[in-house]
């Protein structure tokens, strides 16, 4: 059995399979658009989810191709005469498939795993679940490709498998609609775009798209194992049944995983000397690189009466709602991950974090304008901002004395933080 | 050198390894085989008749990959009919057919090992009895070949290393002999001998004077029935002068298969 599955290995669609898929998969991950994957774990292990999209009608067309090979080949005469069952032949060509497309995604997400080794920390068990989901997509597909080129052993069923596995994919949000619960049970790519630092995926999301897809690939098996009509027909009874569990178990929201957030994702973290400067636990990776420009600005604060003493993540998501606690002495400042995994707009944390000073508590009527917060942190720094709008007031300041100029930008401060700026607070 | 299993120095408890009375079976809707009675014992057999007298379908149902349409058939001591489980009885075939189906991205040792697998060999003995089977089909050098690179010639001995592979009770080639050159027909026949000492050998073919060769008696159906079974050169003397033919085995078949057709044309219902 052990050496017949490595001839398998070697000599079917196996090894073929294995290294389209990385291909494809690597392609997409660093072709498409990398900062996507590139805040963490369960950013790459949904992004890979994503591109299902494209490797799941693959794998199905490479089973169907590999599924084709008795016909193709003209043995059924040769090996009718064996004693060897149909469903023990079939055995070490399922598992070859089906190691070729658990290795190809594993190893489309090493090479994403990779790239963002160096700045990716946290990682949550759901990842895991995450990344068991996308593999058993993947085995069900290979599988189920296998049964329909064993069963409709044409050239056209690869290919017009593969088409018909993507039109799945892309009609099923649509003819689900509007009821979105129940096309993540059944499309393991549903939800998975351009997911949010804080993002994650329930539990129960997970857990019901195991089962679907379990059924699936227990149907694909005896469909392929299968001599005669009868079990093709119990073939359907563990697909009916997967999905009837899948169902049940998948909670009715819409939205379920998109509004999904991880709280310790969220959860802030900290440099550990003083002036605090602390990022969420998703981007403790960059925590390195926040604290030289956040303290730097800090100190350019430092001047203003009772200076913000603390630089924190704005972990602020909108769906749902939720707000970091507002404290005066610490500056709020959005932190992201760049194409390269590393903090994205370096150049411009300093800046951001001195017009961070001049926000408002989350609930404000009245704030401060980002011309106006941009104006005063580049007074204070000392140089021409590079929006046009925070130009003009700039220079406005610039041609107060400098105890005028100074004046407004503590006045602005003080409004911002009162919640009463006015209109044109900073030159009027 | 292998270890040999007990139930490979087991006594053969049956007197013929093939075993047929009133053997019937189909071809499509066409009974190709007819009431045919056969049995065949140790030795090689050579399969005579001409084309759609049924050698194939004799073939494919003592290959076990038809099941007889009717009559009784036994293969290496067991019941081969109707809903017999017949895994016992296929470890001990080994079957070439006429279309040699393979597939053509495994080596020849790959694809011999494949089969070995699927014959249900002990996993100690299959790397050993591969060898062996290319060994003795003149395959040595290209048992790491590619199946789709091999010559007809060579495919056609790697079909027959997959057949006896197994060392099968009951071999069955059907026209193995096609695409061999005249040098590689003497290996063949030499091999078929040397196969034919210690198990059941039939062979199908056109050719007349590989059966006269290399074959220790002659079956010769026509019309999914038996016209003759004997020896070589009982076949031989069946011929005279008048009948077709460059040898007196080539005389001797057309002879046989004259009467039988004339036989056949006067009592039309003769052997119902």
Known sequence: MSRVLRIELRRSAALGSALILLAVGTLLLFFVDRSVFTTGWMQLAMTQRLYLAVLWPLALAAGAWQGRREHRTNVTELFASTPRSRAHRAVPTLLAMALAVVAGYLAMGIAGGAWIAGTARYLPASVFAVLAVGVLALVAAVWLGLAAGRLLPSPATAPALGLAGLGVLLLLPGATRPHGWLALVFSPIYEMNLPDAYTTVPGRASVAQAVWLAALAVTAVLLVVSGGWRLRVAALLPVVLGAAVAIAAMPRDNRYVIDAVDPVARELVCAHDDPRVCVSRVHAGLLAEVVPPARAALTVLAPLPSPPTQVHEDTTTYVPARYPPWHDDVVLLRVDAGSDGHLANRDLVLAEVVAGAFAGPADCDHLAGPDEKMAAAYWLIGRAPATPGAVALWQNLRQRPEGEARARVVALRRAALGCTVQDGQLTR | ?272
């Open chain 2, 1 to 272: 050198m292998r270890t040999v299993s007990a139930a490979e120095t087991a006594p053969t408890t049956h007197p013929w390894a093939v075993d047929a009375e009133g053997l019937r079976v189909r071809a499509g809707r066409h009974l190709a085989v007819d009431g045919l009675d056969l049995t065949l014992g140790l030795g090689v057999h050579g399969l005579l008749g001409p084309n759609g007298a049924g050698k194939t379908t004799l073939m494919r149902a003592l290959a076990t990959v038809v099941k007889p349409a009717g009559g009784r058939l036994t293969l290496l001591g067991e019941p081969a009919g109707g809903r017999a489980d017949l895994r016992r009885v296929r470890r001990g075939i080994g079957y070439l057919p006429q279309q040699f189906g393979f597939y053509p991205r495994f080596t020849v040792r790959e694809f011999v090992e494949y089969m070995a697998w699927l014959k249900e060999m002990p996993k100690a003995a299959v790397p050993g009895a591969t060898q062996r089977a290319i060994d003795r089909v003149g395959l040595t050098a290209k048992a790491d070949a590619r199946m789709k690179t091999l010559s007809g010639g060579m495919l056609r001995r790697a079909g027959i290393a997959q057949a006896i592979v197994n060392d099968p009770a009951l071999l069955l080639l059907d026209e193995p002999t096609v695409g061999l050159d005249p040098e590689q027909r003497l290996d063949f026949r030499e091999l078929l001998r040397d196969v034919g000492v210690d198990s059941c050998v039939l062979v199908s073919t056109h050719l007349v004077e590989d059966v006269v060769a290399a074959c220790t008696d002659v079956v010769l159906i026509n019309e999914g029935r038996l016209v003759h079974h004997g020896t070589p050169d009982d076949l031989a003397a069946q011929g005279g002068a008048g009948d077709a033919g460059d040898s007196p085995a080539e005389r001797g078949y057309s002879a046989l298969l004259r009467r039988h057709r004339a036989a056949g044309a006067a009592t039309p219902e003769a052997g119902r």
